[in-house]
């Protein structure tokens, strides 16, 4: 395990991982596999270091338990070894966590991430437990910690992470959505030596980087990850003038997404660029203007 966990690290470090967007057929609740090797091969050219599946940006927890296994099993085929691949299976009721967990591991998924449990709160005893026993149904599967609390209501605490590096000998690390910078120092510093540390906020990305954060994984990276590539190869070139150049770029796109229309933004973006990946899965809403065209002349000047 330690070595699994290890060669994962490696590959995804100092690079980013887009969250990627799940394209659905005209009902807006059913995966439309065929657009999967589309978007995988668009993103896998484009330099990205892996590829996260069902998550947030993914509608992961929007899907059916048939619909995910779905998604999980065609994202795995698309992208064909190339890059690594992290399924996403958290949700709400455990034992439907603990099967999308062992489809994962059959499938030969690279790691599961699990976020935690949402809408009723959970202190960390509680938090453990569920992260354990997830853990325990897959004991060889890599294990990484979804901390994104201001759309969870729970959240992984640093301490809580410290606790779970003990406890689960499968834990791989923690992708930290919080736009909290020093919870992001804290998890850096509560890591344990073979656990990765990723983000999830763009907006405070680079400086999350520097701080000691092992890479990028980026929702808006699924639909534009030309700047987040040259951000981090920049980044662990030692350019930071350049990382720098391309960071400002990002927090000028990143307003082009309207408010409360986030994830159909993003979608809007990739069938604008040719990859038709459907609506948001209702009740989402989809924006009114074009999105692309604006930000393609923000990163052409």
Request: hydrophobic share 50%.
């Amino acid at each position: 395990m330690i070595e699994r966990i290890a060669e994962l690290k490696n590959k995804l470090s100092g690079g980013v991982t887009p969250a990627l967007a799940t394209p659905v057929l005209a009902d807006g609740y059913t995966v439309h596999t065929a657009v999967i090797p589309q978007l995988a091969d668009f993103l896998i050219q484009a330099g990205v270091r892996g590829l996260f599946v069902g998550g947030t940006t993914g509608e992961g927890v929007l899907l059916t338990e048939t619909e995910r296994m779905r998604l999980h099993e065609a994202a795995l085929a698309a992208a064909d070894g190339r890059v690594p691949v992290i399924l996403h299976i958290g949700t709400n009721r455990l034992d439907t966590a603990v099967a999308l967990a062992r489809h994962a591991a059959e499938l030969g998924a690279d790691a599961i991430a699990v976020v935690t449990p949402y809408f009723y709160g959970l202190d960390d005893d509680g938090l453990a437990a569920y992260f354990e026993a997830v853990a325990t149904a897959v004991p060889d599967m890599p294990l990484i910690l979804y901390d994104i609390p201001q759309m969870a209501t729970n959240g992984v605490s640093p301490e809580l992470f410290a606790r779970l590096g003990k406890s689960i000998p499968s834990l791989a690390g923690i992708k930290c959505s919080r736009p909290d910078a020093q919870i992001i120092r804290r998890h850096i510093v509560a890591a344990p030596e073979r656990a990765m540390v990723l983000v999830g906020n763009e907006a405070i990305a680079l400086g999350s980087l520097a701080m000691g954060a092992d890479g990028i994984i980026s929702g808006l990276c699924t639909a534009v990850p030309e700047p987040f590539v040259s951000l981090t190869a920049a980044f662990a070139a030692g350019d930071l003038a350049e990382a720098q150049r391309q960071h400002r770029l990002i927090n000028r796109l990143l307003p082009c997404l309207p408010a409360g229309a986030r994830i159909g933004g993003i979608k809007q973006i990739l069938t604008e660029r040719g990859i038709d990946v459907g609506t948001a899965v209702p009740p989402r809403t989809m924006p009114d203007k074009p999105i692309w065209p604006v930000m393609k002349e923000m990163m052409r000047d």
